[in-house]
Antibody, heavy 118, light 105 residues
């Protein structure tokens, strides 16, 4: 059974860097073809894909946000970390991590609400 | 950048068929997946690779993809199917549609 859990601060100030950790179980990020992605959802709005990291350390980023995003993995800890620089109130959202295989997000974490406010 | 367009809302009576569309340039040449999201919950994949249902997803959910439009069909819609539905495809990057709110009344 695959499980994922997001953790990190619930409140960040504008201009700060957000660091979120996705801790997972039930799969290995060393298995060929497997990836972990980050998706966010502002309150009352649509899902927005942010970043993906694959088993071979290939990384992909949303074109509109790639200058602010960094995704890394720690396979020994079964964790994936997302960093978002220069946070702004418009970045207030629930941030999800998800297991990705063949382009599909087939298991999701519960999400972590991050509010950006001074 | 690539865009996927969904109609904002669909209303359907219980027992009837709900049709949710997702349009994008040459979408039929890409794989599409569909996600159901109920209030306060994480998204749940209901269709992947255009037409396939994950285990545990009822048979009343089906998908199709051709030309510039992908379709999610919910046959014999039930009140438990009331949710937001999002399509997803990959072009040069992963893209979600804007979501369709399905109301069953």
């Amino acid at each position: 059974q695959i499980t994922l859990r997001e953790s990190g601060p619930t409140l960040v100030k504008p201009t700060q860097t957000l660091t979120l950790t996705c801790t997972f179980s039930g799969f290995s990020l060393t298995t060929r073809g497997v990836g972990v992605g980050w998706i966010r959802q502002p309150p009352g709005k649509a899902l927005e894909w942010l970043a993906l990291i694959y088993w071979d350390d290939e990384k992909r980023y949303s074109p509109s946000l790639k200058n602010r995003l960094t995704i890394i993995k720690d396979t020994s800890k079964n964790q994936v970390v997302l960093r978002v620089t220069n946070m702004d109130p418009v970045d207030t959202a629930t941030y999800f991590c998800a297991h990705e295989l063949d382009g599909d997000f087939d298991s999701w974490g519960q999400g972590a609400l991050v509010t950006v406010s001074s | 950048s690539y865009e996927l367009t969904q109609s904002p809302s669909v209303s359907v009576s219980p027992g009837q068929t709900a049709t949710i569309t997702c349009s994008g340039d040459k979408l039929g040449t890409k794989y599409v997946s569909w996600y159901q999201q109920k209030p306060g919950q994480s998204p749940l994949i209901v269709i992947y690779q255009d037409t396939k249902r994950p285990s545990g997803i009822p048979e009343r959910f089906s998908g199709a993809n051709s030309g510039h439009t992908a379709t999610l069909t919910i046959s014999e819609t039930q009140t438990v199917d009331e949710a937001d539905y999002y399509c997803l495809a990959w072009d040069s990057s992963t893209v979600f549609g804007g979501g369709t709110k399905v109301t069953v009344l």
